[in-house]
């Protein structure tokens, strides 16, 4: 097999020869997503040919996967119950739309599933293939909710800080993260950036609970200056995972909703990382208390096991699209494909036949939260967030005055490296880390983590300290 070639099936076993073969195609052809196009001209991609259970691995390497991938694959890798559901629908049924009224039994039972769960009312739900096609979606929906009610001028959406919510034109341009909407010139005029909850980064000196009502009530402010009248939705992630697990105070998410309602304006609930069990609830919405107008699904959908996402709306939207709209011109080829919609209902049937939902919120999340919170006087360590198996660790230069290292200093990005040669990943994110593990996890996977991190932490405060950083 060492004269592999371009086109050729990849074999079980890669030797020396064969993964630098695979490394160099990859360099020379392969567009990687948000990478430095110059990164793979000064060392090969970094090549991953298994993965099982929480690890990932390679040739030389085993690593406990503290992300989950990209905090989606939350029943584990290599599942043969997952391979043989995969196996079983393709030989039955490779692939068929569900355009013009055409449905199948996986996309029905889907819906069906997901409405149940949802508890927003008799939900409708579409299915696309990434959350930001399922934001797009949303978004797209609210225009036409508000069309048919007759306020067409109410298109404005209004968006946070540090958000994120995909990589489609609209979807990006909904970012929080500027380099995503310069790079391109993305800047859209239907869009508003109000502040996030982040309360070490912006509370200025107020009590949790009371910050969480003042971010809620700065998002009404946008809304009061742009114009209600004028706004059609907005949108934000229960946690916003990308920017550092921003787990907001208690008091934010209920007082959003009310002033949302109040102002006549639409609720999006961005649970592509929360949804299907991340927080210990099947939704975040759940955990935080309070109900959306609609609601984006995704990662945890399926597991990763194959692509899917779902946008979901309210009985109450649904009926007026549902009665005024007429033919729904959208769609795309592989909505609902049969494969990913069975695995979506097979990994659903997973969390609910082995607990997994309820081991978060009862056993490995309390233990996970233990292990994390450990880490919180630490030199280096500002805030630690957990809720669920979710974590965000604050990176700090001074925790009393809140003070951060200089972004070009790149320590989070030190720490991460630091764990990964300890043979744990997690997730640099611009002075903080990230960490969302399979629900699968064990204790003692949980230790090793924990003292990867602690070692890391260690191994670069003491450089800091010596070149007079610290």
């Excluded at 992300?67 to 629908?89: H, K, P, Q």
Aim: hydrophobic share 45%; glycine share 10%; with cysteine.
């Amino acid at each position: 097999m060492n004269q592999l070639k371009a086109g050729d099936m990849i074999p079980d076993t890669l030797d020396e020869t064969l993964t630098a073969k695979l490394q160099g195609w990859d360099a020379q052809h392969h567009l990687h997503p948000f990478t430095d196009t110059q990164t793979l001209t000064k060392a090969p991609p970094f090549l991953i040919d298994r993965a099982e259970g929480c690890y990932i691995s390679g040739a030389g390497f085993r690593i406990l996967d503290a992300m989950a991938g990209l905090g989606c694959v939350n029943i584990g890798y290599g599942r043969a119950d997952m391979a043989e559901t995969a196996r079983a629908v393709t030989e039955r049924m490779t692939y068929y739309h569900n355009f013009a009224a055409v449905a199948h039994p996986y996309g029905a039972a889907l819906a069906g599933t997901i409405a149940d769960k949802a508890g927003m009312g008799q939900a409708r739900v579409f299915f696309g293939n990434s959350g930001s096609e399922a934001n797009e979606t949303l978004v797209k929906l609210a225009w036409a909710y508000w069309r048919i009610k007759g306020k067409p001028e109410k298109r404005m959406i209004i968006t946070r800080d540090y958000a994120y919510h995909g990589s489609g034109i609209f979807s990006a341009a909904l970012n929080g993260n500027r380099s995503m909407i310069d790079n391109f010139g993305l800047e859209h005029p239907d869009i508003a950036h109000g502040p996030a909850p982040y309360w070490f980064r912006c509370s200025e000196g107020m009590a949790p609970p009371e910050f969480g009502e003042a971010a809620a009530d700065a998002i009404g402010a946008k809304i009061d200056a742009v114009g209600a009248d004028k706004v059609a939705a907005v949108i934000a992630e229960p946690i916003q995972g990308t920017a550092g697990a921003i787990i907001p105070p208690k008091t934010y998410w209920p007082r959003l909703e009310t002033i949302c309602r109040e102002k006549g304006v639409l609720l999006i609930s961005d649970e592509v990382v929360t949804g299907f069990g991340r927080t210990g609830h099947w939704f975040a919405k759940d955990a935080f208390g309070y109900t959306p107008d609609m609601m984006t699904l995704a990662k945890g959908l399926s597991s990763a096991y194959a692509p899917i996402s779902a946008a979901v709306i309210s009985g109450e939207i649904a009926e007026v699209l549902h009665g005024e709209m007429g033919l729904f011109q959208h769609g795309y080829t592989t909505s609902a494909h049969p494969v990913s919609a069975a695995l979506a209902l097979k990994n659903i049937d997973i969390l609910e036949s082995e607990g997994l939902v309820n081991r978060i919120r009862s056993d490995i999340g309390p233990y996970f939260e233990t292990a994390m919170r450990r880490l919180e006087m630490h030199p280096l360590v500002g805030e630690v967030r957990v809720m669920g198996l979710m974590c965000g660790i604050e990176i700090a230069k001074d925790r009393r005055a809140r003070t951060q290292y200089p972004a070009e200093f790149l320590v989070d990005e030190h720490i991460s490296n630091a764990c990964l040669r300890r043979g744990v990943i997690l997730r640099a994110v611009g002075n903080a880390l990230v960490l969302c593990p399979p629900f699968i996890i064990k204790q003692k996977e949980v230790d090793t983590i924990a003292a990867a991190l602690k070692e890391a932490l260690d191994e670069i405060y003491a450089a800091l300290k010596e070149q007079g950083y610290a």
